[in-house]
């Protein structure tokens, strides 16, 4: 199931409100959405701001505009459109912790400093802890999935000779690497993707359609991929559908 600000920054995107309708009469399930580490390092300003940790891509956009002016989030902006894996002890999904060597008690580890929903190191009359789950716990911010690699494809379309690289996330699909292709072509679901001259299946990634990936090759033979990225085919079905 998609979170409702996964919903909110997919319904922004070209199209997307007739591919999540077109998914819908096809029967098949929606599932969160990948991202590329470049995709979310452009989300660096207070009133859009994106991060990554522990394999998940978060918005907190909201967190911001609900704490504006506090100086507890200048750590939370300056790590905008990063990831911040390291903050977190990836067996208790926490914030790290560490014995304070002046209390002697087990503290959260903040060495980038204090930031929102971070206790004081020391207790104070004004400290409300009343805010419920820490915005870290929250479900409500996750925007989707952090992609674990991602590759650069070349798509082009035989009718017009149009070429046009993208980078695209070996987890998604054909059919969400179409959608990532819309801006491009609003008729991109009108044409019959193929690879070396086999359809491709749609509901299936690049590796399971056959085309592997192989940059790690490339690079063990020093290798440009750049240059030997593959190449999709669009032959167009003249049904003029449009997303």
């Not at 409500?140 to 379309?157: D, P, V």
């Amino acid at each position: 199931m998609l979170t409702k600000r996964a919903e909110q920054w997919l319904l922004r995107l070209p199209g997307t409100l007739q591919f999540l309708e077109l998914w819908c009469k096809m029967g098949t399930k929606a599932r969160p959405r990948f991202f590329t580490p470049r995709e979310v390092s452009t989300h660096t300003t207070p009133k859009d701001l994106w991060v990554s940790y522990l394999g998940k891509v978060y918005d907190l956009s909201p967190l911001i505009a609900k704490y504006a002016g506090n100086v507890l989030l200048k750590p939370i902006i300056e790590a905008g459109g990063k990831d911040i894996s390291h903050w977190f002890n990836p067996k208790t999904k926490d914030i790290r912790t560490h014995i304070d060597h002046m209390t002697g008690c087990l503290k959260y580890y903040t060495p980038q400093g204090r930031f929102i929903h971070i206790p004081p190191p020391l207790p104070r009359t004004d400290w409300d802890n009343s805010f419920g789950r820490p915005w870290w716990k929250d479900s409500s911010y996750e925007a989707g999935i952090l992609s674990t690699k991602t590759r650069f494809i070349r798509i082009i379309n035989t009718m017009t000779s149009q070429q046009q690289v993208l980078e695209v996330c070996n987890e998604e699909t054909i059919t969400e690497i179409l959608q990532r292709y819309l801006p491009y072509n609003s008729h991109a679901a009108s044409y019959t993707w193929k690879y070396k001259g086999t359809n491709l299946d749609m509901d299936k990634t690049l590796e399971e359609n056959g085309v592997h990936d192989e940059d790690e090759e490339f690079y063990e033979l020093r290798m440009d991929a750049a240059e030997y990225m593959p190449y999709l085919y669009l032959y167009f079905n003249d049904d003029l559908t449009e997303f």
